[in-house]
């Protein structure tokens, strides 16, 4: 069960039907990441050159042919060198400055057709212009987000040349106590265990044949 099994409650997440103030309760202050501006580039890399580490299994046999690459599932993307400078004819807006670090996972056969994998970081610069809020004593922070694709990839020792397609979100974020409308605590159902039990769907079939009848047939049909 999860709030997507079809379960019916006001208290479950999902779209709303009718008058969107019924069930509303309280003003509640919650504590989030406001996003005060964002930004979205997506670019096609190309020569792009990565220096992989931990080859796993260790010491592969060269040469390298290449499987297939992605981001990293746990491993976040981060931004280094990062410059932030207001403009003075618009003291709301910066320019943003810095280098997206984005981790990737490459898949590999080595050449006694073994498969690895290697991990690596495509650094990327970027240069934008957001929104920036006025000072105050809670900062602001500048995050990323980002994805990648690797379509293709040739290597040279423990360097990898790769091509592929990226997408980056910049965001301009800061911890907030905001005020907004609750519908009250939400209701979580039992989790539905995974099971690979073979007798699972055949213990639960009716012991006797069912003697109802069949409403989607015809008298013709029998």
């Known amino acids: ?29 919650i504590q989030v990441k406001k996003v005060f501006d964002a930004c979205l580039k997506q670019q096609h890399i190309t020569n792009t050159q990565v220096q992989l580490t931990s080859f ?14 992605q981001s990293s599932m746990t491993v976040a993307p981060t931004l280094s060198n990062l410059t932030v400078t207001r403009f003075d004819d618009r003291p709301n807006f910066a320019r943003i ?31 934008v212009v957001l929104f920036l809020p ?9 995050e990323l987000v980002a994805s990648a694709i690797i379509s293709e990839a040739t290597f040279d020792g423990s360097i990898a040349t790769v091509e592929g397609c990226v997408m980056l979100i910049i965001k301009i974020v800061a911890e907030t106590e905001l005020l907004v409308p609750s ?9 539905q265990e995974f099971s690979t039990n ?3 769907g055949f213990f639960e079939l009716p012991l006797f044949p069912s003697t109802n009848p069949i409403s989607n047939l015809t008298t013709n049909e029998f």
């Open 1 to 29: 069960m999860s709030f997507f099994s079809g379960i019916r409650s006001e208290q479950i997440p999902g779209p709303i039907n009718g008058n969107p103030t019924r069930g509303l309760c309280e003003k509640v202050c």
């Open 56 to 69: 796993t299994p260790a010491n592969p046999t060269a040469p390298l042919t290449f499987v297939s690459g």
């Open 97 to 127: 400055s810095a280098t997206a670090n984005i981790p990737i996972e490459i898949v590999y056969t080595d050449a006694n057709n073994v498969q690895g994998v290697a991990t690596g970081v495509i650094a990327l610069p970027q240069d």
């Open 134 to 142: 006025q000072a105050s004593i809670i900062p602001y922070q500048v």
């Open 183 to 191: 519908y009250g605590y939400c209701f979580i159902p039992q989790c």
């Open 198 to 200: 073979v007798c699972q």
